[in-house]
């Protein structure tokens, strides 16, 4: 078993990565949020088998391992659990907007991926370099690919025969699919996703080895970073490094609040040959309705018109620091909840909101609490909403406290 070395990070026991990006420390949760969320994209859920004993290893020493990695070339199979303790919301989305949730394009990334923000899934990658990575999503007898290969992206369902095709080189190389042909906010690799966490990590975070374990066959580090503040959702992110590689082949976000964790992702089975060409390539098969990406920018358009003037609320502003950060946004017109039995509401999506929301009371006012496992949201009568991976008394007091 391997030494259980702590190193309290303050921009110098996480070395580089973390030195690199300070300043980021105060977006902790929203980091791991994100991270938890974009976790789902290409990692997995895995079983420890075994304590390895591998040679002592210090906190700083084994972050330095994972920037160190330069491993680009892998294929396995993936396994993704993912328990916000919240429903499938299936149909629902048509309560709140009749439409949401019908893509242009059912091949379309934004629209399959989001797919995996539940539940369990079995995927498939490989990776080769920044410029080719195949992601493929296992269902029920039909399979739902995404292939990026130099300048083009590709989306196939197998389900419904349609494809999505879009080119990188259309949005200067990097565009709506980012720099590894992927939807943007989706890390490529179990490495994207620790560097993210530890470089979001300040004063706040106690960076720790948890001992070994093994993932997926190999003999692997446990890297645990936790909170040092009260009132977090968040309780740890454990990351199984690749004793050999460095690559993180684990990725678990437990939640402050104990039981199963929210985010479990992991490699059940991993590759490190270079994988073969065919992996790579993709036509269109026979009869399947292909979509250009371009063809949906009037779409995109509306909705970044629409997402514009959210994001112009009033700008965003951030409450506290580290696991504790607070974001306050102001809705446009100052409008809050509808009330029950206006009609604004439809029945199905009141029950939702009835069933999820509780009413608080502080200094600001009053207004509606809405709690996942890891994101909480308090949206005030008076139409502002606090939203953090904070409990609901940590909302409460933050938005007690702006002003």
Same mark, same amino acid.
């Given at each position: 078993?391997?030494?259980?070395?702590?190193?309290?990070?303050?921009?110098?026991?996480?070395?580089? %990565?973390?030195?690199?990006?300070?300043?980021?420390?105060?977006? %902790?949760?929203?980091?791991?949020?994100?991270?938890?969320?974009?976790?789902?994209?290409?990692?997995?859920?895995?079983?420890?088998?075994?304590?390895?004993?591998?040679?002592?290893?210090?906190?700083?020493?084994?972050?330095?391992?994972?920037?160190?990695?330069?491993?680009?070339?892998? $294929?396995?199979?993936?396994?993704?659990?993912?328990?916000?303790?919240?429903?499938?919301?299936?149909?629902?989305?048509?309560?709140?907007?009749?439409?949401?949730?019908?893509?242009?394009? #059912?091949?379309?990334?934004?629209?399959?991926?989001?797919?995996?923000?539940?539940?369990?899934?079995?995927?498939?990658?490989?990776?080769?370099?920044?410029?080719?990575?195949?992601?493929?999503?296992?269902?029920?007898?039909?399979?739902?690919?995404?292939?990026?290969?130099?300048?083009?992206?590709?989306?196939?369902?197998?389900?419904?025969?349609?494809?999505?095709?879009?080119?990188? $080189?259309?949005?200067?190389?990097?565009?709506?699919?980012?720099?590894? #042909?992927?939807?943007?906010?989706?890390?490529?690799?179990?490495?994207?996703?620790?560097?993210?966490?530890?470089?979001?990590? #300040?004063?706040?975070?106690?960076?720790?080895?948890?001992?070994?374990?093994?993932?997926?066959?190999?003999?692997?580090?446990?890297?645990?970073?936790?909170?040092?503040?009260?009132?977090?959702?968040?309780? $740890?992110?454990?990351?199984?490094?690749?004793?050999?590689?460095?690559?993180?082949?684990?990725?678990?976000?437990?939640?402050?609040?104990?039981?199963?964790?929210? %985010?479990?992702?992991?490699?059940?089975?991993?590759?490190?040959?270079?994988?073969?060409?065919?992996?790579?390539?993709?036509?269109?098969?026979?009869?399947?309705?292909?979509?250009?990406?371009?063809?949906?920018?009037?779409?995109?358009?509306?909705?970044?018109?629409?997402?514009?003037?959210?994001?112009?609320?009033?700008?965003?502003? %951030?409450?506290?620091? #580290?696991?504790?950060?607070?974001?306050?946004?102001?809705?446009?017109?100052?409008?809050?909840?509808?009330?029950?039995?206006?009609?604004?509401?439809?029945?199905?999506?009141?029950?939702?909101?009835?069933?999820?929301?509780?009413?608080?009371?502080?200094?600001?006012?009053? *207004?509606?609490?809405?709690?996942?496992?890891?994101?909480?949201?308090?949206?005030?009568?008076?139409?502002?909403?606090?939203? *953090?991976?904070?409990?609901?008394?940590?909302?409460?007091?933050?938005?007690?406290?702006?002003?």
């Amino acid at each position: 078993m391997g030494p259980n070395d702590s190193a309290e990070t303050n921009g110098e026991a996480t070395g580089t %990565v973390v030195g690199r990006r300070k300043k980021a420390r105060y977006i %902790v949760p929203f980091a791991v949020a994100g991270v938890a969320a974009a976790t789902i994209g290409l990692v997995p859920a895995l079983a420890d088998s075994g304590d390895p004993d591998l040679p002592e290893i210090t906190a700083q020493e084994l972050v330095e391992k994972i920037a160190a990695s330069d491993q680009e070339q892998l $294929s396995g199979t993936v396994k993704v659990s993912t328990d916000l303790g919240i429903p499938s919301f299936g149909g629902l989305a048509d309560s709140f907007a009749p439409g949401a949730g019908k893509d242009a394009s #059912g091949a379309s990334p934004d629209a399959q991926l989001m797919e995996l923000a539940s539940g369990t899934h079995t995927l498939r990658v490989a990776v080769d370099g920044p410029d080719r990575q195949r992601l493929s999503i296992l269902g029920k007898g039909s399979e739902y690919s995404l292939v990026h290969n130099s300048d083009d992206v590709w989306g196939y369902d197998s389900e419904s025969n349609e494809v999505y095709h879009s080119q990188a $080189s259309e949005h200067g190389g990097k565009g709506k699919t980012g720099e590894r #042909g992927k939807p943007e906010g989706l890390p490529a690799t179990p490495k994207d996703l620790a560097e993210q966490a530890l470089a979001a990590a #300040g004063d706040t975070t106690s960076v720790t080895v948890g001992g070994t374990a093994q993932v997926a066959g190999r003999d692997a580090y446990k890297l645990v970073i936790e909170p040092k503040q009260s009132g977090s959702t968040i309780g $740890s992110v454990t990351v199984a490094v690749d004793a050999s590689t460095g690559v993180p082949l684990k990725f678990t976000l437990a939640p402050s609040s104990g039981g199963k964790a929210v %985010v479990d992702a992991g490699f059940t089975q991993v590759d490190f040959a270079k994988p073969a060409a065919s992996s790579f390539s993709f036509t269109p098969p026979k009869g399947a309705e292909v979509t250009e990406a371009d063809e949906l920018k009037a779409d995109e358009g509306e909705a970044r018109k629409d997402l514009g003037e959210l994001e112009g609320f009033r700008g965003l502003d %951030v409450i506290g620091e #580290g696991w504790n950060a607070v974001a306050e946004i102001k809705l446009p017109g100052g409008s809050g909840m509808p009330a029950p039995g206006s009609g604004d509401v439809p029945a199905q999506a009141q029950q939702l909101l009835d069933v999820f929301g509780s009413k608080v009371t502080g200094d600001f006012g009053t *207004g509606t609490v809405f709690k996942t496992r890891l994101v909480n949201a308090l949206l005030t009568d008076d139409g502002t909403v606090y939203v *953090g991976a904070v409990t609901k008394d940590a909302l409460v007091k933050a938005a007690d406290t702006a002003e």
